[in-house]
């Protein structure tokens, strides 16, 4: 028997890196968290599918380029990289908030392509994010969020308090909820 297929998808502005207010539009204002990088080595070290969900208005606002967006992804990845991680697909949503898109999370869009491409079960995967829309993206594919008191994590936990929305799983960081992640999987192993 095959064995399945899972992936841990994660948002990138408040969770791989520091989500600036008027966005990140160059390698120079990357920073990564606190933790990231040794978070996503050991994610590199497991048999999840990693896969970067994000939402990049910036583009569709005009203040940046696709071409810059690729620029900061491909200096992550090597960064990434150099600590030990991987990452097997980045996927982003270009379009402003207006266009309603199709991609834009909270649409579960992007992660039904992570299915596709991938050949993922959504329902042995994670979702790790910092903001509502990450929670809602993560719930209509049918992925288990969790939510990340960095970036806007604070003020999503007080939104999704604030809506009729079941909370998600919170976590201080991507370290901790990776920290989560490999304990359910190894006490399902068990």
């Given at each position: 028997m095959q064995p399945v297929k899972r992936a841990v998808f994660l948002d990138r502005d408040g969770v791989i890196?520091?989500?600036?207010?008027?966005?990140?539009?160059?390698?120079?204002?990357?920073?990564?968290?606190?933790?990231?990088l040794s978070a996503l080595a050991?994610?590199?070290?497991t048999d999840f599918s990693l896969v970067?969900?994000?939402n990049q208005s910036a583009i569709g606002r005009g203040q940046m380029t696709r071409a810059a967006v690729d620029e900061i992804h491909a200096q992550m990845l090597r960064a990434i990289e150099r600590a030990g991680g991987r990452l097997d697909r980045i996927y982003y949503c270009p379009h402003a908030p207006q266009e309603q898109c199709a991609c834009?999370?909270?649409?579960p869009e992007m992660l039904w392509r992570g299915r596709a491409e991938l050949g993922v079960d959504l329902t042995q995967s994670f979702f790790i994010g910092d903001w509502i829309d990450d929670v809602r993206a993560a719930r209509s594919a049918g992925v288990t969020p969790l939510l990340v008191r960095?970036?806007?994590?604070?003020?999503?936990?007080?939104?999704?308090?604030r809506s009729a929305l079941p909370p998600p799983l919170i976590f201080e960081n991507l370290a901790a909820a990776?920290?989560?992640?490999?304990?359910?999987?190894q006490a399902a192993t068990k």
């Open positions: 890196n520091i989500n600036r207010p008027h966005n990140v539009t160059s390698w120079q204002e990357f920073v990564f968290e606190s933790g990231a050991r994610l590199a070290a970067v969900v994000s834009r999370k909270p649409s960095t970036g806007r994590g604070l003020a999503a936990q007080q939104e999704i308090e990776t920290e989560w992640i490999f304990k359910q999987t």
